[in-house]
């Protein structure tokens, strides 16, 4: 067999065993370029588990269930239900959090997504998608009181194997616009500020990861996810730098991903007290674990 011959056999077979994986999550927080092939399903089910404001007490948790569906073999669409629960006390913060709060999973907003694949990792050499997201919620992720938001997210993904596929790079950059109202709330102390009228904000972010094929299935890596927020009063609001190691697995059915995010930089808006002034923990905190799992259909 010729050597072109070989290569051209060899650049096949590895087209198409990155084609199965397409679109498995192998980071938490950054996006691959990958889509679904025409007519694939897959539900994914995120836990985000969201702890430490530096002060009180403050944990979260966001459920996401998710069904993705291949329109095409470029185009993918999905539409998610959310969910959130909430353990706050001993920490209240003008305009975020009014109150000691807690509940367990309850459902707090919708969403639908598309992503079209321009350009793909395995075929083409470098990935690249543009992504588009609508969602719509009804109870804050921050305070756990209801409170009217819709968001509206665009990015490009950008992906890249390396080594034959064994190490994946993934690039994003993104800008979502969000539209909130607070519901009132009685009996608040006089002096506490918790505004009723309508907010608009911009945010950016921008995130990175590496990941490595260190055994059949498995794959080890890090992400970092930049984000900064600007409102309509008050101009720059927030900024923060997260990052961690992430842990993958991907069978031929199934995959999971573990990923822990803690917060390295942040800055913006403090609350009163607030001790360590290297970090953003007003819509922020200090620490994040997700856990994702996909099922492919």
Partial sequence: MSLSRSLSLGAVALSLSLSAMADENVFGYVRGAETLPKGAKEVYQWLTVRSDKGAGHYRAIDSKTEFEYGVTDRFSASAEL????????????????????????????????????????????????????????????????????????????????????????????????????RKAIDNLPADFEWPTSPEMEVELKAGTGLAYRFAPGWYVGAETLWETEFETDVGKERWSLFGGPTLHYGGKQWWATLTYFHQIRGGGEKYAGQTDNNLHLIEKTRNEVRLKVGFNF
């Fill in 82 to 181: 959310k969910a959130l629960g909430i353990n706050t006390s001993g920490l209240t913060i003008d305009g975020y959090l009014p109150g000691d709060k807690k509940y367990g999973l309850k459902p707090s907003g919708i969403e639908f997504a598309g992503k079209y694949n321009f350009l793909s990792p395995a075929k083409d050499d470098f990935g690249l998608s543009g992504y588009a997201a609508v969602d719509y919620n009804w109870l804050d992720a921050h305070s756990g009181q209801d409170k009217k938001k819709i968001d509206a997210e665009f990015a490009l993904l950008a992906q890249k194997y390396f080594l034959e596929g064994q190490l994946t790079w993934v690039g994003n950059v993104g800008l979502e616009a969000t539209y909130s109202k």
